[in-house]
């Protein structure tokens, strides 16, 4: 595909709720446009976005895909994203390299969860965006309902483009409102048609909302309408372009894939109505002095790129996907990664084409394009040059709130995981890895369920490496309430010289100020040179309570009496019989376990508040307050760890996708006994199978 000007470029991001015809409507671009011969389908793995083996099992979009068609003259680079709420990491890349962005609503299922995610991110990176209505030949579709629902949620500057003829089964085309033109589909083809009859009136409203909210973008058009006065087609499409541009309305438009109505369209939307690079605002940067500098979209200009993607390709190794704001990068260049204080070296570059690339000569100012084998720069840096280092503003991705523990299924995967999860983590941003220094598990926290299955498919066919998960472990305490005098004695004679320690020791509680050691020896029944000996046998008890093998915090050991043999003894022996000493008085000064107790804060749309509440109190929840904040109702609690570990999937199960959670540790306390029961019996059967 050879280079065509900055202002003939268009980088469109496709999102909404998951299912909603992202892949299908991509799929149908590229082929109309002849990127793409046979027109490939999601369900039967044939889609060609869509080229991942996980992807197509599952029949549904999990990374983002990218391919780049030209219409007359435009080159139009789709980027679809999946619509599956754990797999939001990759919308976000998807908005971070886009200048506009087509929202697919299915006209059955109206305003979801994925739907204002996509909006969120639309406003969040300034990503004007048009909404595309949906699958509307299906059963219980109603296009304009769902028109209305979209007005209803995102308010008046949401503006009809067209609106449906017909609906569900009796969809048959559409009416164009800008230039009062209706058409109708029968077999793929289009045929202009007379304006329904029955439709007057709808069209006379629809198109006044169209004009009220266009008219919003400029004001001579303003004046017009306000007087009354005819606008042109023409004026309202200039109109139109600059309302969408600058974000201060939505076009509307209604579809159906299967039936290929509104694609053309669809085309023509994208390229009169979405911005050209050209017309973003400079994006801002950030100079080595930490100064910020606005750069513009000029492929003459400095250097500025960021990374929005990068993915183990099976065959060309890593493969990191770049947007170029400014300047350009050619094959064999070397640019900086300021954020890295590295530099890196540039082998082939490519445009994007699906599950291939496709090598050029350079990537440009506007352009999207890809660079394999990377050695430093990973999702999110920014590429410039040493000259004129600059970075930009990270990439947000969401805290992943669900934890499992991850072991190697084999003894041969064990020396392959850590690198092979580090990797994964690579590609995908919203996983985090963590050793836990207490359990000594391996955790991967994740965004959901599915994206932890997702990633060990992926970790088998792309790293060879097999993994199995468990619940992780919750770093459970013990402590004492109580006080007790225990007596250890530690004895024994072979051959030689025999070992010999004796102690009594005081144990009692010591609130918040961890395990401490003290002597009261008086008449140096227990010399001196032994206490280092005890000490180390109360520590090791500590490191390994009695209970149920947790450490045992907040408690005072005092070495009181003993007494020793002028041969025998040594630290050991003290160390040993300090070891028995502590686990008795211990176990009789009334030990309890301790759990981790998190703060939790969750935010949901306050219909869904008794629903979170209700299922907190099961998780022994205690609430601390309400609150409401940027029209969500904020709740916050003291859970249980022990409580919380699907918490993210639950959530998301009772709110359709709408809540989101954070957890911080907060104290710990008291088990209550029918829990500790089970802590301490699952204790022993590891104790025995071990
Ligand atoms: N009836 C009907 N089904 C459609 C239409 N467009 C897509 N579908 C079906 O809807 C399902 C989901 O389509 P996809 O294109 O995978 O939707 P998506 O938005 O990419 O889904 P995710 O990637 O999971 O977010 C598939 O079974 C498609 O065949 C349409 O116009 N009419
Ligand atoms: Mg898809």
Same mark, same amino acid.
């Given at each position: ?335 900086? #990664? @300021? /954020?890295? $204080? +590295?530099?890196?070296?540039? !082998? &082939? ?8 690339? %496709? ?76 050793? #836990? @220094? /207490?359990? $000594? +598990?391996?955790?991967?926290? !994740? &965004? ?8 060990? %498919? ?233």
């Amino acid at each position: 595909m050879p280079h065509v000007d900055i202002s003939r470029l268009r980088n469109v991001v496709l999102a909404g709720h998951a299912g909603s015809g992202k892949t299908t409507i991509a799929e149908h671009l590229l082929h109309k446009a002849g990127v793409i011969n046979r027109m490939g389908n999601v369900n039967d793995g044939t889609a060609s976005l869509d080229f991942e083996p996980e992807e197509q099992k599952r029949q549904l979009s999990l990374s983002l895909a990218a391919n780049t068609f030209d219409r007359d003259g435009n080159h139009v680079t789709l980027i679809d994203t999946p619509g599956y709420a754990d797999f939001v990491g990759e919308v976000i890349s998807g908005f971070a390299a886009a200048d506009g962005a087509l929202i697919t609503v299915d006209a059955s299922g109206g305003v979801e969860a994925g739907t204002e995610t996509a909006v969120r991110l639309s406003r969040s990176s300034h990503t004007p965006a048009i909404f595309v209505i949906t699958r509307c030949e299906r059963e219980n579709a109603d296009p304009t309902a769902t028109l209305d629902a979209l007005r209803e949620e995102f308010g008046n500057k949401i503006a009809p483009l067209q609106i449906a003829i017909g609906k569900a089964d009796a969809f048959s085309g559409y009416v164009d409102l800008v230039h009062r033109k209706a058409y109708a589909y029968e077999d793929g083809q289009r045929t202009e048609v007379p304006v329904p009859e029955d439709m007057a009136d709808e069209v006379a409203l629809r198109r006044e909302q169209l004009l009220e909210a266009a008219a919003d973008a400029d004001d001579e058009v303003l004046m017009k309408f306000l007087e009354g006065e005819e606008v042109s087609d023409q004026e309202l499409e200039r109109c139109l372009h600059k309302g969408v541009k600058d974000s201060v309305l939505a076009p509307v438009m209604v579809t159906s894939a299967n039936r290929d109505i509104g694609m053309t369209a669809m085309l023509d939307a994208i390229v009169r109505y979405l911005p050209t690079p050209l017309e973003e605002p400079p994006v801002t940067a950030t100079d080595p002095r930490g100064d910020e500098v606005e750069v513009s979209p000029d492929p003459d200009g400095p250097l500025l790129a960021q990374v929005f993607k990068t993915t183990a390709d099976p065959f060309v190794g890593r493969l990191t996907y770049f947007r170029v704001w400014s300047g350009r990068i050619s094959s064999h260049d070397t640019v900086w #990664n @300021a /954020e890295k $204080g +590295e530099e890196e070296r540039i !082998a &082939q570059v490519f445009y994007i084409k699906g599950a291939e690339q %496709e090598a050029v000569d350079e990537i440009r100012a506007g352009e999207i394009g890809a660079v394999a084998k990377l050695a430093h720069t990973v999702t999110s840096d920014s590429l410039s040059r040493k000259e004129t280092p600059l970075t930009m503003a990270p990439l947000v991705y969401p805290q992943p709130m669900l934890p499992v523990a991850v072991e190697p299924a084999s003894k041969a995967d064990l020396d392959k995981l850590s690198g092979a999860l580090s990797r994964l983590q690579e590609e995908d941003p919203t996983l985090t890895i963590e050793r #836990n @220094a /207490e359990t $000594g +598990e391996q955790l991967l926290w !994740a &965004q959901g369920e599915n994206q932890i299955q997702v990633a060990s %498919e992926r970790l088998e066919r792309k790293f060879g490496t097999s993994i199995v998960t468990n619940p992780p472990r919750i770093p459970y305490r013990e402590t004492i309430r109580g006080t007790a005098k225990a007596e250890g004695r530690h004895k024994k004679q072979t051959g030689g010289r025999g070992q010999f320690g004796h102690v009594w020791l005081e144990i009692s509680p010591n609130p918040g100020a961890g395990v401490e050691f003290d002597t009261k020896v008086v008449g140096g029944v227990v010399p001196k040179q032994f206490f280092p000996g005890v000490e180390k046998g109360v520590r090791a008890v500590a490191e390994k309570g009695p209970v149920a093998g947790y450490p045992v915090i907040d408690f005072k050991a005092v070495l009181y009496d003993g007494s020793f043999h002028t041969v025998d003894s040594d630290e050991l022996s003290f160390r040993l019989a300090a070891v028995s000493a502590t686990r008795k008085g211990i176990n009789e000064a009334n030990p309890t376990l301790l759990e981790p107790v998190m703060e939790v804060e969750v935010r949901v749309p306050e219909q869904y508040m008794g629903e979170v509440n209700r299922d907190l109190n099961t998780r022994r929840g205690r609430l601390l307050g309400m609150d409401a904040r940027d029209g969500q109702q904020i709740l916050s609690a003291h859970v249980p760890q022990a409580e919380l570990s699907t918490y993210a999937t639950e959530l998301r199960s009772i709110t359709g996708g709408r809540g989101t959670f954070t957890a911080k540790l907060a104290q710990y306390e008291e088990v209550p006994s029918h829990v500790a029961q089970k802590v301490i019996e699952e204790h022993r059967a590891e104790e025995d199978e071990g």
